[in-house]
């Protein structure tokens, strides 16, 4: 009879897709208990615009105009670019590969930036555990 397998294959199917939004709501969560923990060292991260995709089998978050700044060196910097991506696939969540797209740009809080760098892609690949950075490579 073709019913087991068909409802077999829903119901895993189903499942995936809660498994798949239950995770994105899980790193939404540490992402958001992250940039609480750095604002409090004197960083400050935002967005312009935030998004997650990437089902099924990938997380991506994509944050354009991403701003940074360091409150706590003197003179306070910022650090900003034209986009930002990042992706994790789900069967290697330990393994983080980002890009900027650029102009990235890195000057003193609220003058004008001293320093412009523009390329085609920049990506880094870092290897991360809970408590800290495996390794990281990164390419210009």
């Given at each position: 009879?073709?019913?087991?397998?068909?409802?077999?294959?829903?119901?895993?199917?189903?499942?995936?897709?809660?498994?798949?939004?239950?995770?994105?709501?899980?790193?939404?969560?540490?992402?958001?208990?992250?940039s609480a923990r750095e604002q409090a060292r004197g960083h400050i991260?935002?967005?312009?615009?935030?998004?997650?995709?990437?089902?099924?089998?990938?997380?991506e978050a994509r944050c354009r105009a991403p701003s940074g700044e360091l409150r706590d060196v003197v003179p306070p910097l910022v650090l900003r670019a034209k986009e930002l991506r990042t992706v994790a696939q789900i069967y290697q969540p330990t393994r983080v590969t980002a890009e900027a797209v650029g102009p990235v740009s890195l000057g003193e809080v609220g003058r004008?930036?001293?320093?412009?760098?523009?390329?085609?892609?920049?990506?880094?690949?870092?290897?991360?555990?809970?408590?800290?950075?495996?390794?990281?490579?990164?390419?210009l």
């Open positions: 009879m073709i019913v087991a397998p068909s409802a077999g294959l829903v119901v895993l199917a189903l499942g995936w897709c809660a498994a798949w939004y239950f995770v994105t709501s899980q790193t939404q969560t540490m992402l958001t208990a992250w991260y935002r967005c312009a615009e935030q998004s997650m995709s990437g089902f099924p089998f990938r997380m004008t930036p001293s320093l412009i760098a523009n390329w085609t892609r920049a990506s880094a690949d870092v290897r991360v555990t809970p408590a800290t950075i495996d390794s990281l490579s990164v390419a």
